[in-house]
């Protein structure tokens, strides 16, 4: 273990839980095919973190089959059992240039998907669960296909800011957090009210929005909640089957 790195026991436990996560997205049906990439940092400069393998389908995903990954290292994409160009891009660059972005969870959930492609994808505060990403949410509008250039990761990063979830335009949706727990249960609620904003501006019908005051303070409210995080995520845990 280098100085950076985390304490083995908890690196451990990472390793149980991301790799829940992935099997947890694919029961929701948010997996797709073998793409797509969730991560977490194993060092305190997030510069070494744990990444799924190229093209390894989410439902079979284990604790010992994620990568141990160098963000500082270019050369991880010439050995063997690489992860592919997209996952280098996005991931080793968010975790090299914010090492505050501990989880990264990156998905083509449905609903978050179709907001994505709307040309506003605004997460407009309509009732609680859109309100809960009130302030917290950026944009990134500049599709230009499949993300594996780094000069797309540098501009990811940029985007995102300070903030804990970006919109990809056309594209989808990641999300960074201290735990996979918190970070998982953001992507759960994203994709709740991408759902509910996809439904109500499809009636065609005017939307209710909420003042800024009481988005705010909605969005306040959810840190009450924090808990339902790692209640959530050990229930969900304690339903997979066993590999």
């Excluded at 060092?43 to 500082?72: K, V, Y």
């Amino acid at each position: 273990m280098n100085a950076h790195s985390l304490p083995d026991e908890e690196t451990a436990a990472l390793r149980q839980d991301l790799s829940a996560a992935f099997r947890i997205c694919h029961q929701m049906g948010w997996s797709e095919s073998v793409g797509n990439h969730f991560s977490a940092a194993v060092s305190e400069d997030g510069a070494a973190f744990l990444l799924n393998p190229c093209w390894q389908h989410f439902a079979t995903i284990r604790p010992e089959d994620l990568l141990r990954i160098d963000a500082r290292d270019g050369r991880v994409l010439e050995g063997p059992g690489t992860p592919d160009a997209s996952a280098w891009c996005v991931h080793g660059t968010l975790h090299r240039k914010k090492p505050e972005a501990r989880v990264v969870l990156h998905a083509h959930s449905p609903y978050a998907t179709a907001l994505a492609c709307l040309k506003d994808p605004t997460v407009v505060p309509i009732d609680n669960n859109t309100a809960r990403f009130y302030g917290r949410t950026a944009y990134d509008l500049d599709f230009g296909g499949i993300a594996d250039a780094e000069e797309e990761g540098e501009r990811l990063a940029e985007r995102l800011g300070d903030k804990s979830v970006l919109v990809m335009g056309n594209h989808g949706v990641t999300i960074v957090g201290d735990t996979v727990a918190a970070a998982f249960e953001d992507l759960y609620f994203f994709e709740k009210a991408a759902q509910t904003l996809i439904l109500a501006r499809s009636t065609g019908a005017p939307l209710a929005v909420l003042s800024d005051a009481v988005a705010q303070n909605t969005a306040d409210g959810w840190r009450a909640y924090a808990g339902m995080a790692d209640r959530h995520f050990a229930f969900l845990k304690a339903q997979l089957p066993a590999l």
